[in-house]
């Protein structure tokens, strides 16, 4: 079981190192906007945490993604807002 959790921690640094890590921050932070339960919080800080122990992915730009990915979600849920209405909730 041992040799189990190596390999999926092992997969996880390699793709928390990847540059696929900048998409992931961008995407889940804006289905957090539409989607509360996502769990964007963890991913951001985990990479942060990566970042701490490796220096690897670039901080900044993981800060800098995380929020455009949240602005764009929260703007998307105001446009479904609008477009959906109010008055069917009477």
Do not use: H, K, N, Q
């Not at 999926?8 to 989607?35: E, H, K, N, R």
């Not at 339960?37 to 993981?62: F, M, Q, R, Y």
């Amino acid at each position: 079981m041992t040799a189990f959790f190596d390999l999926v921690a092992t997969v996880l640094l390699d793709t928390a190192t990847s540059p696929w890590i900048y998409l992931v921050a961008f995407a889940v932070c804006a289905v957090d906007g539409l989607f509360p339960p996502v769990p964007s919080e963890t991913v951001i800080v985990s990479a942060a945490a990566i970042v701490a122990a490796t220096g690897e992915p670039v901080p900044w730009l993981i800060a800098l993604l995380a929020a455009c990915g949240a602005f764009v979600g929260d703007g998307l849920t105001y446009l479904l807002g609008r477009a959906i209405g109010t008055e069917r909730f009477g």
